[in-house]
């Protein structure tokens, strides 16, 4: 069983208005609902953190790492970098985008294998590019997997995609092996950007796709996270099933930067327990900030 003081927990700050607004709600359930140390996490940031943030998480003792940008073309690949952090005594690092909040605290003890992540919620891409990818690259086609995505007002739809072929937005590595997956995804990455044209319009899931290379060439077992570890509020979801406690926002947003709430649905109490916590964070840590406008421009 994994111990939560072996776990270190990390996301990457880049400068869009999306990131700056989901900032803060990262952190405040991350630290009121998950009950993460604020000391098991890492902020790392490809820009300069504003200054209310930087003085927020100094003060929380929460570890922030300026980082080098990967390739401005392809923002997403920039968590690539946190790969090369050492997270000290860390046994296990889970890296999250920032347009993650938690609902509630993951089930650390469902972690078996060397890296773990969710399958893609749609064909992106489709598995015959993914073929193509991986015909090129030299490297054997990976097993597939069958998955399901519900297109809007259309019947739930059978997909096929490669093992490896993740969502970033949870990843979750054994810190063994964290460098090695790093350095490959790197690789992988580079290679690609190299041969962009090969992706066609789904260009912008290099990181993925690259991801899924790299984790096949050196032939890591890679466990599947079911959608509870990384649920999609932009998505039309199969309703039933057990409600998340990762939920992927995409700042889904009110104004007030608490989400949006859905009327039916296993994510209304999630999302209703979330903007609880972030009102509970401001008001414990930011108190001479408005519950809207200043929080955005000022400390988000």
């Known amino acids: 069983m994994i111990d939560r003081s072996d776990v270190a927990w990390s996301c990457l700050v880049d400068d869009t208005p999306e990131i700056w607004s989901s900032i803060v709600p990262w952190l405040a359930t991350a630290i009121e609902l998950a009950r993460i140390e604020p000391s098991r996490i890492h902020v790392h940031h490809v820009c300069p953190l504003r200054p209310r ?16 940008t990967f390739d401005l073309r392809f923002p997403h690949t920039n968590k690539i970098r946190q790969c090369a952090t050492a997270f000290t005594d ?74 490896g072929n993740h969502n970033g937005g949870v990843l979750v590595f054994d810190c063994d092996h964290l460098a090695q997956i790093g350095q490959a995804w790197a690789h992988w990455a580079r290679w690609l950007i190299g041969r962009v044209e090969l992706l066609g319009r789904w260009s912008i899931h290099v990181d993925q796709v690259s991801f899924c290379l790299a984790v096949n060439q050196l032939g890591l077992d890679v466990g599947l996270l079911d959608e509870t570890w990384n649920y999609p509020l932009h998505l039309n979801v199969a309703s039933g099933g057990s409600e998340p406690f990762l939920l992927h926002h995409h700042a889904f947003f009110e104004d007030n930067q608490l989400l949006k709430q859905v009327s039916t649905g296993r994510t209304r109490d999630a999302i209703a327990r979330v903007n609880d916590a972030i009102k509970t964070f401001r008001r414990k840590h930011l108190r001479d900030c408005a519950e809207s406008g200043a929080t955005s421009r000022d400390a988000d």
Not at 101 to 113: E, H, N, Q, S
Not at 141 to 150: F, K, Q
């Open 53 to 68: 943030l930087e003085e927020l998480c100094h003060r929380l003792k929460i570890n922030t790492r300026k980082t080098e």
């Open 90 to 163: 860390a046994k296990y690092v889970i890296l999250t985008d920032v347009d993650v909040v938690f609902a509630g605290r993951p089930p650390l003890d469902k972690i078996r294998t060397p890296v773990a992540g969710k399958l893609v919620d749609e064909p992106n891409p489709p598995v015959e590019i993914l073929r193509k990818i991986f015909s090129i690259s030299g490297l054997p086609a990976p097993r597939s997997y069958t998955n399901t995505y519900c297109p809007s007002q259309k019947a739930p739809t059978d997909f096929e995609t490669f093992a």
